[in-house]
T-cell receptor
Framework: ETGVTQTPRHLVMGMTNKKSLKCEQHLGHNAMYWYKQSAKKPLELMFVYSLEERVENNSVPSRFSPECPNSSHLFLHLHTLQPEDSALYLC?????????????FGNGTRLTVT | DAKTTQPNSMESNEEEPVHLPCNHSTISGTDYIHWYRQLPSQGPEYVIHGLTSNVNNRMASLAIAEDRKSSTLILHRATLRDAAVYYCILKTSGTYKYIFGTGTRLKVLA
């Protein structure tokens, strides 16, 4: 148990579908992150929320839409994805976004777009 | 963003020490050196971090060169469970960006 829970673990969706990835942390952290990990590529930072406000939107296409309703939950809404969006999507949290506190990662959602 | 350079892969024998190197010649004075590892089918896991002095914790030790242009993660006795990809990351104090590279894949031989 990592303290950061992501659901679902695996997701297969067609290009016209709409789906959402969920992330939950009960560590009392105030910052949450979405990272994308494609095969043989470094982790790419997608979005950062600090105290429920988005502080980073790293040139991510609008077909990815994040939502942070409270400091414990983070969602990534997906629509009209492309096959190249297939990847492992990782959620992380940290006590504060602008500190040197370590990131705590979930085990990710493996997304396949067909 | 300051960059790090790590070997693509390394091998170690079980129960022997492992020294994982990282070069960061463009490090600035406010950059912390962080190490994470990613086991198969899992998210990355924090290992250790430091600024200038060597650091020890229950998982590993971090040796930082005097000029801070390189560092070494030391696993004192490698086990099969330590087989993972190890990432060396520079994080500028006061920012939120952890920039991951491609890391070093460590293989531990029984």
């Amino acid at each position: 148990e990592t303290g950061v829970t992501q659901t679902p673990r695996h997701l297969v969706m067609g290009m016209t579908n709409k789906k959402s990835l969920k992330c939950e942390q009960h560590l009392g952290h105030n910052a949450m992150y979405w990272y994308k990990q494609s095969a043989k590529k470094p982790l790419e930072l997608m979005f950062v929320y600090s105290l429920e406000e988005r502080v980073e939107n790293n040139s991510v296409p609008s077909r990815f839409s994040p939502e942070c309703p409270n400091s414990s939950h983070l969602f990534l809404h997906l629509h009209t994805l492309q096959p190249e969006d297939s990847a492992l999507y990782l959620c992380a949290s940290s006590p504060l976004a602008f500190s040197n506190s370590p990131l705590h990662f979930g085990n990710g959602t493996r997304l396949t777009v067909t | 963003d300051a960059k790090t350079t790590q070997p693509n892969s390394m091998e170690s024998n079980e129960e022997e020490p492992v020294h994982l190197p990282c070069n960061h010649s463009t490090i600035s004075g406010t950059d912390y050196i962080h190490w994470y590892r990613q086991l198969p089918s899992q998210g990355p896991e924090y290992v250790i971090h430091g600024l200038t002095s060597n650091v020890n914790n229950r998982m590993a030790s971090l040796a930082i060169a005097e000029d801070r242009k390189s560092s070494t993660l030391i696993l004192h006795r490698a086990t099969l469970r330590d087989a993972a990809v190890y990432y060396c990351i520079l994080k500028t104090s006061g920012t939120y960006k952890y920039i991951f590279g491609t890391g070093t894949r460590l293989k531990v031989l029984a």
